[in-house]
């Protein structure tokens, strides 16, 4: 009898020596490498490189992942060249008219209005002083999309670039939306 209550005892302490009420104790760690990593942080200084900076630059020329880069610079000249070159590759439909509406009310409606003659709310409300392009005239009507897409993606004048707010496709379908109905 005394063996087994010996042993059960045994088994207490070391049972209840394992609980740690403070949980500042992590025990036994059996790989440490795994838990405290070797590795430098991101924004911490680094006697490796020459700058004494972790974070490196990407390798010039290199692009993200499915990023396709833009071939046209934000002159007039590539506003021309992308007119001549581009084509909407968005087939025209009920859908694409209407998803083109609603990008146009997030992104356009501001400046060039519902209606597209450049009295937008910002220009109505006296927020901005220069009146935005209006996207009905007969210049504008006769601008190839590829120009209209050139203009969303990369600016021009006082409006900014929407490309990195825009999706491809959907700049596509604004420009459908604009030829389709706005300048109809």
Known sequence: MNKSLLLTTLISILLLSGCDRTRLDKGREYFPDMAHSLAY???????????????????????????????????????????????????????????????????????????????????????????????????MKEAPGGEIYHVITMGQGVMGAHGPQIEPENRWKIVHYIQQKLQK
Do not use: W
Request: overall charge negative; glycine content about 10%.
């Open 41 to 139: 942080e991101t924004y911490t200084d680094n006697e490796v490189f020459e700058d004494g900076k972790t974070v490196r630059k990407p390798v010039e020329g290199t692009v993200p992942r499915g990023m396709i880069p833009y071939p046209y610079p934000a002159t007039f000249e590539g506003r021309d060249k992308a007119g001549e070159t581009l084509k909407n590759p968005i087939e025209l439909n009920s859908s694409v008219l209407s998803e083109g509406k609603e990008q146009y009310e997030i992104f356009c409606a501001n400046c060039h209005g519902d209606q597209g003659d450049g009295n937008g709310y910002l220009y109505t409300s006296k927020k901005f002083m220069v009146k935005p392009k209006s996207l009905i005239t007969k210049q």
